[in-house]
C-alpha cells in the first residue's frame, strides 16, 4: 500500500469510529459556531451575490456546511469516504445528495459544480495534488474553488507573534474556563507551508483571488468571551493578518476556475 493508502485507511476507520461523536466535538461547541459564521460570511462576501445552482462539499463529514450552502446553492452535493459519518449526514440533512466516495476519484463528470469547497478536510486527504487537479476537473469554467482553515505549517514558530497569542488562549482557558470540551486524539494530518500550498493551487489552473490565515481559539465555551473571540477575528483579518502575511493558525483560500 502507498503512503495514500495508509493514511487514507487510518482516516477511514478513525471517521467510521467516532462518528456518533463528532458533531458533539466539532459542530456544537459555541467556539465552533464563532468560526463556522465568520467563514460564511467571509464566503458569502466573495460570492457577491453570484449565482449557485449545484456545489460539491469535499470530505463533507456530518454534513453541517453542506445543509449551509443550500441558502446559496439550489442544490448541494457531498463526499465522503466514511460511510458512518455519511449516514448521520442522510438522517439530518435528506435534502443533500451524498455519495460514499474517495476524493481522488469523484463519481462525477467534467465540468459539473459551479463550486468546490473543502472545509478543515483537505489536510485530512493525504492528496493535495489529486484533490486540486479533481476539484479543478468537475468545476465549471469560471466556477469557484474555497478552502477553509487548512492547517498551517508555519504557525508554531517563535517568530510568530500569533502563536504567542495562541499561548496566552491556551493559558487563560487551562486557568479559567470551566467547560473545556474533551480534548481530542486524531490520526496524524498534514499541515501546509501556505506559499508551497499557494503554488499548488495556481499551478492546478485556478486564479487565485483571496489568500489569507487565521487564528481558531477552540474550546472557549464562555459566551462573553466568544463575543470577544468573534471581534478579535474581524480585527486580526482587518489589521494583524496583513501586517503579519500567512501567520495565522488556518489557511483559507478562495479561487476562481480559469
Ligand atoms: C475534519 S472532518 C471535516 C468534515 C466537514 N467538512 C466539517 O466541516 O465538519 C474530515 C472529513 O474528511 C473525510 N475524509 C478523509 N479522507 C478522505 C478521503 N480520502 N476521501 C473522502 N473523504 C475523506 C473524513 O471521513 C471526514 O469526514
Not at 456530518?62 to 452535493?77: H, P
Not at 502563536?163 to 494530518?189: N, Q, T, V
Amino acid at each position: 500500500m502507498n503512503n495514500y493508502s495508509v493514511k487514507s485507511k487510518e482516516q477511514k476507520d478513525y471517521y467510521n469510529k467516532t462518528a456518533e461523536k463528532y458533531d458533539q466535538w466539532h459542530v456544537e461547541p459555541n467556539s465552533a459556531k464563532v468560526v463556522d459564521t465568520w467563514n460564511f460570511n467571509n464566503l458569502k462576501k466573495f460570492l457577491k451575490g453570484r449565482k449557485i445552482e449545484r456545489c460539491l462539499d469535499l470530505g463533507c463529514g456530518t454534513g453541517r456546511l453542506s445543509n449551509e450552502l443550500l441558502e446559496i446553492s439550489k442544490e448541494v452535493y457531498g463526499v465522503d469516504q466514511s460511510n458512518e459519518v455519511l449516514k448521520i449526514a442522510k438522517q439530518k440533512y435528506p435534502q443533500l445528495k451524498l455519495s460514499c466516495a474517495e476524493v481522488i476519484k469523484l463519481p462525477y463528470q467534467d465540468n459539473y459544480f459551479d463550486m468546490v469547497i473543502i472545509n478543515g478536510s483537505l489536510h485530512h486527504f493525504f492528496a493535495v495534488k489529486e484533490t486540486l487537479k479533481e476539484s479543478y476537473r468537475v468545476l465549471k469554467p469560471n466556477g469557484v474553488f474555497i478552502l477553509l482553515g487548512e492547517p498551517n505549517k508555519q504557525f508554531m514558530k517563535l517568530y510568530n507573534p500569533f502563536f504567542y497569542i495562541w499561548i496566552i488562549d491556551r493559558l487563560l482557558i487551562k486557568l479559567f474556563s470551566k467547560s473545556i470540551a474533551e480534548e481530542l486524539i486524531e490520526p496524524d494530518a498534514e499541515k501546509y507551508i501556505p506559499k508551497v500550498l499557494k503554488k499548488q493551487i495556481t499551478k492546478t489552473g485556478f486564479d487565485l483571488k483571496q489568500y489569507y490565515t487565521y487564528d481558531y481559539f477552540s474550546r472557549w465555551e464562555n459566551e462573553k468571551w466568544l463575543s470577544k473571540y468573534a471581534k478579535y477575528l474581524e480585527w486580526e483579518h482587518k489589521y494583524l493578518a496583513k501586517l503579519f502575511k500567512n501567520l495565522g493558525m488556518a489557511i483559507q483560500c478562495f479561487a476562481i476556475k480559469r
